[in-house]
């Protein structure tokens, strides 16, 4: 299963010619094993095509710089899709 962010930057050059430059995208992906486990990761792909697979937490320490908003935030988007916590 996968949800994705496309991120865009825009350029007006005029009022009717709009110019969208592609910046990355990031996916949440949720992968389930035989034994009832599910894990969330996070995939980012850069504008040259490169992906990057992360645990939440960690994606989220690099945007934030704080360690507890990352595992709060992870744990947000596990809950959110029923996947079980890790943190609290």
Not at 53 to 65: D, W
Not at 75 to 87: C, N
């Amino acid at each position: 299963m996968r949800f994705g962010l496309l991120i865009l930057t825009n350029t007006m050059n005029s009022p009717r010619n709009v110019l969208c430059t592609f910046v990355h995208q990031v996916f949440f992906k949720i992968y389930d094993y035989n034994d009832a486990r599910k894990e969330l990761w996070i995939n980012e792909i850069n504008s040259k095509g490169y992906s990057r697979l992360r645990p939440p937490e960690q994606y989220f320490y690099l945007l934030t710089g704080d360690e507890a908003y990352a595992r709060h935030t992870a744990d947000y988007w596990r809950a959110f899709f029923d996947i079980p916590s890790q943190s609290f």
